[in-house]
Nanobody, 123 residues
Framework: QVQLVESGGGLVQAGGSLRLSCAAS????????LGWFRQAPGKEREFVAA????????WYVDSVKGRFTISRGSAKNTMYLQMNSLKPEDTAVYYC????????????????WGQGTQVTVSS
């Protein structure tokens, strides 16, 4: 079992920055890759960024490349998403997920989810 808790969301103006955190706990955590997804009202949950289980590989959706950075904290059970140059279209609930299947960009690969944190970007 893995527990995930996100934090760091909030309201920011377009062009601003936020840093999301995900704290993970539970057994066998080192076997899970971690990732960030987001879900806007009326839309399906979509992939944002992911880390390999070792933390050595990363993946990003094209719309956030160059603006968002995913990283693992010094404590292996912590993951961050640094979001810069935020746009109104980044507004969504952001979820941290843990996967046991190899395709990091697919929602179906993830079996554990946090409760989500709201990010709102005003224009």
């Amino acid at each position: 079992q893995v527990q995930l808790v996100e934090s760091g969301g909030g309201l920011v103006q377009a062009g601003g920055s936020l840093r999301l955190s995900c704290a993970a706990s539970g057994s066998a955590l080192s076997y899970f890759g971690l990732g960030w997804f987001r879900q806007a009202p009326g839309k399906e949950r979509e992939f944002v960024a992911a880390l390999s289980s070792s933390g050595s590989s990363t993946w990003y959706v094209d719309s956030v490349k160059g603006r968002f950075t995913i990283s693992r904290g010094s404590a292996k059970n912590t993951m961050y998403l640094q979001m810069n140059s935020l746009k109104p279209e980044d507004t969504a609930v952001y979820y941290c997920g843990a996967r046991i299947r190899p395709i990091a960009t697919m929602t179906e690969s993830y079996v554990y989810w946090g409760q989500g944190t709201q990010v709102t970007v005003s224009s």
